[in-house]
């Protein structure tokens, strides 16, 4: 078979008919599963990071997860987890409130955006992606800091992040355990 | 798979490095190919698995609708079909051409949204690779027909 001068012959359509089929499989799959990845890991009602989970998957458990969307007032109150710094995702966690917010910090949150604010009786934390919607706020009473993780930066250009498959967001108490 | 034919045309001067252009004039085209696809394989199966990553980058559609993700789903599909022709060498040049069409829209969707960027020059040189391929006829490891 001639296509726009190239032959295919009937094991080459074979396999390009594999491989169509193959991909209308995966179409499938990630149209059925197209609300999973919705401000991925980011907004801390969904403050699990996603590919850093998966890299951790040999550690202790999973890092930082909370429980679906919420308000402050809906959302269960955190609990406190195993530390960050135990976790093989720490070395790239970068802390962004409390300031001050050093350079890779805010390399890590390109293309983010989170906000916290501070009242008595905890910390508000609230993130999306820039452009879309933001997240439900979420409140963590005992939330001392707040940390990106950012697998890779080599993703991040200017002021967009092109895979934000690798990106979270972590509250952690004054003792460095992840709020989850 | 079946060889190419095509002699390859290097002097021969003896030596570990006249040898060493041998091969590589030989397996650079197929290593440029595979490589192409292993990228265009990797990019279409995750736009296939998480097609709400990609859909903020769908020009002049709302990355929250559902016609994105379709879109996404479409390209993706299509990355991947484009990368097993790119490996096995079927329909190389057509693949490669249709590949390289892709690029461009996507380094023009890049520089227009975020300029020249380092993720930007990145994907030119993808583009450059798709390039070179659409005008290769030397060959090795492919599907015969």
Known sequence: MRVAGETVGARGTAVLAAAAIAGIVLAVHGWSARHNGETPGLGPAAAGPTAPASRSAASQGPPAHASPAGTGSDAPTPKPGPRLSAQSYASYSFRVWPGPVGSAAKAAGTGLAITVRRDASGIMVTAGVVGQPPQPARFYPTGTAVYVVEASMGDDSGNSDYNLGDDGLIVTDSQGRILQ | ?145
């Open chain 2, 1 to 145: 798979m079946s060889r190419s034919t095509r002699t390859t045309a290097v002097p021969e001067r003896g030596g570990l490095a006249d040898r060493a252009a041998t091969i590589a004039a030989g397996w650079a085209p197929t290593m440029a190919r595979l490589l192409l696809g292993l990228t265009l394989a990797w990019f279409g199966y995750h736009e296939l698995m998480t097609p709400r990553l990609w859909t903020g980058y769908v020009p002049g559609v709302s990355a929250t609708s559902d016609f994105a993700i379709v879109l996404v789903l479409a390209h993706g599909w299509l990355l991947l079909v484009l990368a097993v022709a790119i490996v096995a060498g079927i329909g190389l040049r057509l693949a490669a051409a249709v590949a390289a069409l892709l690029l461009v829209q996507i380094v023009l969707d890049l520089a227009v949204t975020g300029g020249l960027t380092d993720l930007t020059l990145r994907d030119v040189g993808v583009l450059g690779l798709a390039v070179c391929l659409i005008g290769e006829t030397r060959q090795r490891a492919v599907l015969s027909s």
